[in-house]
Nanobody
């Protein structure tokens, strides 16, 4: 499975961006899509995840109510709509996929099997 993230850029605080993650290859083997981010000098952190089919999305507390993860199964593409962006959202955002099922908190700490390259999001104050 190959993942290609795109959509990053420079935006002012309060603005919006939508990230995309296009999946190719044996995507049927994956169950959950996730987004992670890593700010300069910090550890990578979980942002959001959702099953490709049934199940509810799960968000980190820091983005809940501002970010929305969605997916288009026909296009094998996952999205991360980011609204009300803050300078502290500045990071390299990566998408990931996992074969194993998970739900809620388990999706934030479990292992992901496939990773895409990151896309940089910079939020200016």
């Amino acid at each position: 499975v190959q993942l290609q993230a795109s959509g990053g850029g420079l935006v002012q605080a309060g603005g919006s961006l939508r990230l995309s993650c296009a999946a190719s290859g044996r995507t049927a083997s994956t169950y959950v899509m996730g987004w992670f981010r890593q700010a300069p000098g910090k550890e990578r952190e979980f942002v959001a995840a959702r099953p490709w089919s049934e199940g509810n999305p799960y968000y980190a507390d820091s983005v809940k109510g501002r970010f929305t993860i969605s997916g288009d199964n026909a296009k094998n593409t996952a999205y991360l709509q980011m609204n009300s962006l803050k300078p502290e959202d500045t990071a390299v955002y990566s998408c990931a996929a996992r074969r194993a099922q998970c739900s809620n908190y388990g999706c934030s700490v479990g292992n992901y099997d496939y990773w895409g390259q990151g896309t940089l999001v910079t939020v200016s104050s």
